[in-house]
């Protein structure tokens, strides 16, 4: 029986947990830890591509569009009227704290369209060669993540600008599968980290803070390339110290149970969150941000995580729901 790899848990769930801090740091306007937490959006796409791109089994088409993509489309037709719904009963709440009452949904269709690319992009990197991989890898990074987001620092995005951060999506989702399956050098990991040390501080310091970067964004915080920079080296280190160890199952139980909740824990946070923000604001109540955001954030964990847990067990659709 092959052994389950333990790191893509636990990096599913610290995502989980860093995207859920994100929303209560965004509710909170504030702007500098939010992009503390966009590392998270870029890494659930990473752990996406390592499964979806590995060669060695074979989903088809029509399999993968009714086994995920299907699940990804009725999630979003379920959950977006719900979302609107949630939206007006909060004053526009939601659509103030994303930009959009539905934008985080949004994702859901950046993974159907990544899903349906993968059958291609899995016959390349089944034949490329690591230096070619690798070479794609960053050639779609440089173009796809840094040539657009500093043609919007320059202000001077046109329509092609936006459409290379397709570019950006796919070279990110084929990261997945580079960092899972690529026998890099202790060089090569040295300057990884060193780059996604710096750009953790960088952010930390706030040094991303124009009204147009990436990485206060939400549209586009997938493809920033300092939260990119960040969940690459977060999947190495978290990916070469857990390979070589054995935790035990009181351990992994609750990393397991949460990475397999984090679907609709990400689903169903954000209305929660709306819901919570416009009883605060009702009631007068304002908490300082070193309350709110650990509280909240917690809290919502919690009461998403168990909700998911009980829509899961609704027969046949549950699964497909969250």
Same mark, same amino acid.
């Given at each position: 029986?092959?052994?389950?790899?333990?790191?893509?848990?636990?990096?599913?769930?610290?995502?989980?947990?860093?995207?859920?801090?994100?929303?209560?740091?965004?509710?909170?306007?504030?702007?500098?830890?939010?992009? &503390?937490?966009?590392?998270?959006?870029?890494?659930? +796409?990473?752990?996406?591509?390592?499964?979806?791109?590995?060669?060695?089994?074979?989903?088809?088409?029509?399999? %993968?569009?009714?086994?995920?993509?299907?699940?990804?489309?009725?999630?979003?037709?379920?959950?977006?009227?719900? $979302?609107?719904?949630?939206?007006?009963?909060?004053?526009?709440? &939601?659509?103030?704290?994303?930009?959009?009452?539905?934008?985080?949904?949004?994702?859901?269709?950046?993974?159907?369209?990544?899903?349906?690319?993968?059958?291609?992009?899995?016959?390349?990197?089944?034949?490329?060669?690591?230096?070619?991989?690798?070479?794609?890898?960053?050639?779609?990074? #440089?173009?796809?993540?840094?040539?657009?987001?500093?043609?919007?620092?320059?202000?001077?995005?046109?329509? %092609?600008?936006?459409?290379?951060?397709?570019?950006?999506?796919?070279? +990110?989702?084929? %990261?997945?599968?580079? *960092?899972?399956?690529?026998?890099?050098?202790?060089?090569?990991?040295?300057?990884?980290?060193?780059?996604?040390?710096?750009?953790? *501080? !960088?952010?930390?310091?706030?040094?991303?803070?124009?009204?147009?970067?990436?990485?206060?964004?939400?549209?586009?915080?997938?493809?920033?390339?300092?939260? #990119?920079?960040?969940?690459?080296?977060?999947?190495? +280190?978290?990916?070469?110290?857990?390979?070589?160890?054995?935790? $035990?199952?009181?351990? !992994?139980?609750?990393?397991?149970?949460?990475?397999?909740? $984090?679907?609709?824990?990400?689903?169903?946070?954000?209305?929660?969150?709306?819901?919570?923000?416009?009883? !605060?604001?009702?009631?007068?109540?304002?908490?300082?941000?070193?309350?709110?955001?650990?509280?909240?954030?917690?809290?919502?964990?919690?009461? $998403?995580?168990?909700?998911?847990?009980?829509?899961?067990?609704?027969?046949?659709?549950?699964?497909?729901?969250?």
């Amino acid at each position: 029986m092959k052994r389950r790899m333990v790191y893509p848990d636990v990096l599913r769930a610290l995502s989980c947990i860093a995207v859920v801090f994100l929303s209560v740091s965004m509710a909170a306007g504030r702007t500098a830890l939010s992009g &503390l937490f966009t590392w998270a959006v870029p890494l659930f +796409v990473m752990l996406s591509g390592m499964f979806f791109l590995d060669g060695s089994w074979y989903i088809s088409p029509r399999d %993968m569009a009714r086994k995920y993509g299907l699940r990804l489309l009725v999630a979003y037709l379920v959950w977006f009227p719900i $979302s609107v719904g949630v939206n007006l009963a909060t004053g526009g709440v &939601l659509q103030g704290m994303l930009n959009g009452q539905s934008l985080y949904l949004n994702f859901l269709f950046v993974m159907i369209v990544l899903y349906a690319f993968s059958p291609a992009l899995r016959v390349f990197t089944r034949a490329a060669q690591p230096k070619e991989l690798q070479f794609a890898v960053l050639l779609g990074y #440089v173009l796809g993540c840094l040539y657009p987001f500093f043609q919007v620092q320059l202000g001077t995005t046109r329509l %092609m600008d936006h459409a290379m951060l397709g570019l950006g999506l796919l070279s +990110v989702f084929v %990261m997945g599968w580079f *960092l899972r399956s690529a026998m890099l050098t202790r060089k090569q990991l040295r300057v990884i980290y060193l780059l996604g040390g710096l750009c953790l *501080l !960088l952010t930390l310091r706030g040094f991303w803070l124009s009204a147009t970067a990436f990485t206060t964004d939400p549209a586009m915080m997938i493809v920033s390339p300092d939260a #990119v920079l960040i969940a690459m080296a977060l999947f190495l +280190v978290v990916k070469n110290t857990l390979s070589g160890m054995r935790l $035990s199952r009181r351990v !992994l139980r609750p990393i397991a149970a949460l990475s397999q909740l $984090s679907f609709g824990i990400y689903l169903i946070h954000p209305l929660l969150l709306a819901a919570l923000c416009c009883a !605060l604001n009702r009631a007068g109540v304002v908490l300082p941000a070193g309350v709110f955001i650990p509280v909240a954030a917690i809290g919502l964990l919690l009461v $998403s995580g168990a909700l998911t847990y009980v829509i899961r067990k609704i027969p046949k659709i549950g699964t497909y729901l969250a």
